[in-house]
């Protein structure tokens, strides 16, 4: 392990040339903004992608994404049919729905130190068959036994959909617009979630349950058809880390800390042979890790989370997720009993309205957020830190308790649907922001080291989510009106913590930086 320069502040980045350091390199539509990640002179680094072929791989992303979404989700507007046709107790499907978050969650120990290793493509691929496998053998489940082992198993095969798109996404994309491709990330991931109990409703009218199961697998084995032919590795072994990228900013005051910028030199000509079609579709033929940094990646990202950072943002995405499944708890309960008295196709529908309130919220955090960053950037000497982007979840503060307010309270007074359907865009909207800002925050912290960084957010994440799924049905014991309320004062607690983030977030990162460096040179960067 090499001598590390352990006083740069972990995330925080020269991003705008305001100092005009002519070494430093820049993006080709702003001269102002510098590329951080430095991107090598290989023409296989992803950062040196076309924007044609980086489009491709996101858009690949994003149909895994909504292909394991749909799989793992498509059953939430028919649990009770598949109860009466299997006998199967209600509470039983939904603690193996519990499961399924939960080693969504753990599971990635396992698979992302694989992915890292051995190549993400072939994961992604064995992910959707896995899924599509799954999907197939639900229809066929008599016991309760069965149910929660193939939840188990599902959750397992899924995990690179929490914790792994992220990660291509960062192989791929600079500082300065990771926050608009994350932030689309995001509408997929809980979009998915919204449209596939949509389509289930009216699939379970005309063809009954296990049809509903059958499209799943059916989209999900195109899905892999697709995912084989057009997605690429984005694994790269790089060089050079944001230590190795520092330029003093003594300019801003502080002068014994450094902050990340673009490489001294500026690099020249791309070197190298760009790979064929066919090398393109290869699967784990290329190692980039050892057996020992393998292990070590399975438990590293347990140490990570001591760091105060990622804890938070684990916990403020989990608390999102949190308010998405009461919302699934308690649409289906709420819509389908007097006096609305909607059939499954009709809740279905009205899950229209958190698809139009996701799109805003992670429109919002994702594509104005990069915008809001850089702006933010040139208010001070040209410097990004991740704390910038939080000032945002200003919105989600008075949206998740307003819309806990106006859905709850809503129902339990009999509101018109319509005014439900607005309180449900509302709550989907809190969530996009929260969660596409919290992935944002963790990422930019410690980006080096984003496989891991991912892996500890999302154990805190689906933990939080499957403690409290079993405790959703005895909090509903209170009525919809106090629940609701009670969860509208806890939601804006937990979502208001974001400002004591700001304030001490930096001294946060300066206090872990002597360990994450030291990680970061025991996984192979040259300092």
């Known amino acids: 392990m090499q001598e590390v320069d352990d006083t740069v502040v972990p995330g925080s980045v020269y991003l705008v040339d305001v100092q005009e350091k002519s ?22 680094d992803p950062l040196n992608w076309s924007r044609r072929r980086k489009m491709v791989q996101m858009i690949c992303v994003m149909i895994y994404t909504s292909a394991i979404g749909i799989g793992t989700t498509v ?3 028919i649990l009770q049919p598949i109860s009466n046709d299997t006998g199967i107790p209600l509470s039983t499907l939904n603690a193996g729905t519990g499961y399924m978050f939960l080693f969504l969650g753990w ?4 698979n992302q130190p694989l992915a890292l290793t051995f190549g993400k493509r072939g994961i992604y691929l064995l992910s959707v068959l896995g899924n599509t496998a799954m999907c197939l053998w639900t229809p066929y489940i008599k016991t309760e036994g069965q149910w929660i082992a193939s939840k188990i198993v599902q959750g397992y095969l899924c995990t690179p959909v929490e914790s792994l798109c992220e990660v291509s996404i960062a192989d791929v994309f600079f500082a300065h617009e990771r926050g608009t491709y994350i932030g689309i990330y995001t509408l997929f991931l809980f979009g998915s979630n919204y449209f596939a109990p949509l389509i289930a409703g009216f699939i379970y009218d005309g063809q009954g349950w296990h049809w509903v199961m059958y499209w799943a697998a059916i989209i999900n084995f195109g899905s892999l058809i697709v995912l084989f032919l057009f997605m690429e590795e984005t694994n790269f072994t790089r060089t050079s880390s944001e230590a190795s990228e520092c330029v003093d900013f003594s300019s801003s005051g502080d002068k014994d800390e450094k902050s990340s910028s673009g490489s001294p030199s500026i690099p020249g000509e791309l070197i190298g042979t760009s790979k064929t079609f066919r090398q393109r579709l290869g699967l784990f033929n290329i190692r980039y890790a050892s057996n020992k940094m393998l292990f070590t990646m399975a438990y590293r990202p347990v140490l990570m989370l001591r ?11 989990g608390t999102c997720l949190v308010w998405y499944n009461v919302l699934n708890a308690t649409c289906s309960l709420i819509l389908s ?3 609305y008295n909607f059939r499954a196709s009709f809740v279905g529908l009205t899950y229209v309205g958190p698809l139009i309130g996701m799109l805003l919220g992670t429109c919002y955090s994702g594509w104005v957020g990069d915008r809001f ?4 950037a040139r208010r001070t000497h040209g410097i990004r830190e991740p704390e910038d982007r939080l000032w945002l979840m200003v919105v989600s503060l008075l949206l998740c308790p307003a819309s806990l307010v106006l859905w709850g309270v809503g129902a339990s007074k009999g509101m018109n649907w319509s005014g439900l359907v607005i309180g449900m865009g509302m709550i989907s909207c809190s969530t996009g922001i929260g969660s596409s800002l919290s992935i944002g925050y963790a990422l ?3 980006k080096d080291l984003s496989g ?3 892996i500890a957010v999302i154990l805190v994440r689906n933990t939080l989510s499957f403690a409290i799924g079993y405790g959703i049905t005895p909090w509903l014991h209170m009525g919809y009106q106090n629940t609701f309320i009670s969860a509208a004062f806890v939601g804006l607690a937990i979502t208001m913590s974001f400002l004591i983030v700001i304030k001490w977030g930096k001294s946060w990162r300066i206090a872990s930086r002597k360990r994450y460096w030291t990680y970061v040179a025991s996984s192979g960067f040259k300092y």
């Open 23 to 44: 070494t430093v390199i820049h993006a080709d539509k702003d001269s102002s903004i510098v590329l951080s990640p430095t991107p090598s002179n290989d023409v296989n």
């Open 75 to 77: 059953l939430y507007s």
């Open 107 to 110: 599971g990635a120990l396992i």
């Open 307 to 317: 760091f105060p950072v990622i804890f938070w943002a684990g916990f403020q995405y």
């Open 337 to 339: 009993d007097p006096p």
């Open 373 to 376: 960053a850089v702006r933010y």
């Open 444 to 446: 930019d912290s410690y």
């Open 452 to 454: 891991e960084v991912m």
